[in-house]
């Protein structure tokens, strides 16, 4: 299961994993795990590895804040002359105002559509021509908008002032806001057809209820009657220097850097200090079932969880192994089981989310709907055992080591070091808190692992959402509660 965030679930190409799915390891890459034996299966691969803990120092940026209140963070590497910045504008969808929740999504996605001097073509041409690119993204459910450029260092003043003039002054044309709106409706017609879109759309919204958390995507309703005027009016309200920050990283100096900036976004204005949304949020207090009926299904899609942590709690690091172990790798116990050894699925995953507010902690899946009851069987079967014996030595050791590698492999990564930085600035976290990401790893022990395990994947308490043939599957689901039908489209909900 790859490593994703909210961040990067909303724009990809941001290059921003500011919270949400995650193994705990930045820039996820595959890897290896000595040889086990579990149900049978063995797992193959083993690599050499030092077995002390890795020790690093990961490079502190040079800093400034411009007059206007932005805040430049700078990573200089001469290897190569390349340059990356990535803008991160506080808010995201979680400013949206209640009765316009995505206005922030469709913002971000339509800032480099045209500007007061440019169009939308020139601005791509003009792109290309430099060798450079533009990108932007943000989610319903984000903290962050982000707004990344790439480019070479010899363009640097030049790439510099077409990302300026977009960010400034995007114009928002209504016809491009009318093409969004069909490419919306034509993609949320497709991802709707797809029952893993539909039982993680309806999984998101039983355990957020109206919390912006729990959207993938906005409402229909609230796309459909977006303007210029509401995209303008949020624009105008958060994208402000004061209430942004940027991270560099490439072939430039902090000199070179800041003047740049200055003379590029010299009409860059202070604004009023962004609000700072709180919304109320609480557990799920016992367990539900619920099904979307798909007639003549051959498959069952599954999630099973409940609500997590926000990523600064000190739960962070024992759940990224238990993570790990439990459904974070093709290694993992529900891999192992369900797939290797059973063969009910092409895949299973556990994944856990976080951001400034509690995420989720769920596993996924999707099963042949005649081996459901044995699925879900060893689905529970796993999550009971986490919980109540302790992770062997070896199994241990060997999601430590893959954990610490990835990580150590992502160090070679400008996108995973933005990221860092990023998640470090977002969260207030030491400016230590990279280097010692090791060592909180390699501290984690199986009481740990136990505790947050018995903690958050309480049976008593797990939310299941099901997607397949209520006929064929509804006694299954009725050992584990009461089965609730449930609409496929959130709009539909009664």
């Known amino acids: 299961m790859k490593t994703l965030t909210r961040f990067s679930i909303f724009m990809a190409a941001a290059l921003l994993p500011l919270s949400g799915m995650t193994q705990g390891s930045p820039g996820a890459t595959p890897a290896q795990a000595e040889p086990a034996s579990i149900s049978g299966v063995e797992i193959k691969g083993k690599a050499p590895v030092n077995p002390e803990t890795l020790r690093v120092r990961l490079p502190r940026p040079q800093q400034a804040t411009l007059e206007n209140g932005l805040r430049v963070y700078l990573l200089e590497d001469s290897k190569l002359p390349t340059f990356s910045l990535q803008f991160v504008v506080e808010g995201g969808g979680l400013a949206d105002p209640a009765d316009k929740r995505g206005v922030a999504m469709v913002t971000a996605s339509l800032l480099r559509e045209g500007t007061k001097e440019r169009t939308s073509r020139e601005i791509a041409e003009q792109l290309a021509t430099l060798g450079a690119s533009f990108s932007a993204g943000a989610s319903p459910s984000s903290g962050e908008s982000g707004v990344a450029l790439h480019g070479l260092s010899e363009h640097f003043a030049a790439t510099l002032a077409i990302g300026a003039d977009v960010i400034l002054n995007a114009s928002f044309p209504q016809s491009e806001i009318d093409k969004f709106k069909t490419r919306f409706a034509s993609q949320l017609e497709y991802q709707r057809s797809l029952p893993s879109f539909v039982s993680q759309e309806r999984f998101m919204g039983v355990i957020y209820g109206d919390h912006p958390g729990g959207l993938i995507v906005p409402p229909e309703s609230v796309i459909a009657s977006l303007s210029t005027a509401d995209l303008a009016k949020y624009h105008q309200a958060f994208y402000t220097p004061n209430n942004t920050f940027v991270i560099a990283h490439g072939d430039l100096t902090l000199k070179q850097l800041t003047s740049q900036l200055e003379k590029a976004f010299a009409g860059w204005r202070k604004g009023e200090s962004s609000a700072d949304p709180r919304f109320a949020l609480a557990a799920p207090d016992k367990a539900r079932v619920f099904i979307i009926d798909r007639p003549g ?69 999707d099963v042949r709907t005649e081996v459901t009851e044995g699925a879900m069987h060893e689905l529970f079967s796993e999550l009971k055992r986490i919980a109540e014996e302790p992770v062997s030595k070896q199994e241990l050791e060997n999601a430590k080591r893959a954990l610490v590698g990835r990580f150590a492999l992502s160090l070679d990564s400008p996108q995973s070091l933005i990221s860092n930085l990023a998640t470090q600035k977002i969260y207030g976290f030491p400016d230590d808190y990279w280097d010692t990401y090791p060592q909180h790893i390699e501290a984690v022990t199986p009481k740990d692992i136990q505790r947050v395990a018995d903690k958050y994947l309480d049976p008593e308490k797990l939310q299941i959402v099901a997607v397949g043939d209520a006929k064929t599957v509804g006694d299954v689901l009725k050992k584990y509660g009461v089965v609730e039908p449930m609409p496929s489209t959130p709009s539909a909900s009664p």
Do not use: C, W
Not at 345 to 365: D, I, L, M, R, W
């Open 297 to 365: 299904s051959v498959q069952t899609s599954l999630r099973v969880g409940t609500l997590g942590i926000p990523r600064a709690s000190e739960d962070y690091f024992p759940m990224v192994v238990m993570n790990h172990i439990l459904g974070g790798s093709p290694a993992s116990r529900l891999f192992t089981n369900l797939r290797e050894d059973k063969g009910y699925t092409y895949g299973v995953s556990s994944n856990f989310t976080g951001s400034s507010f509690p995420g989720v902690v769920f596993t996924a899946t």
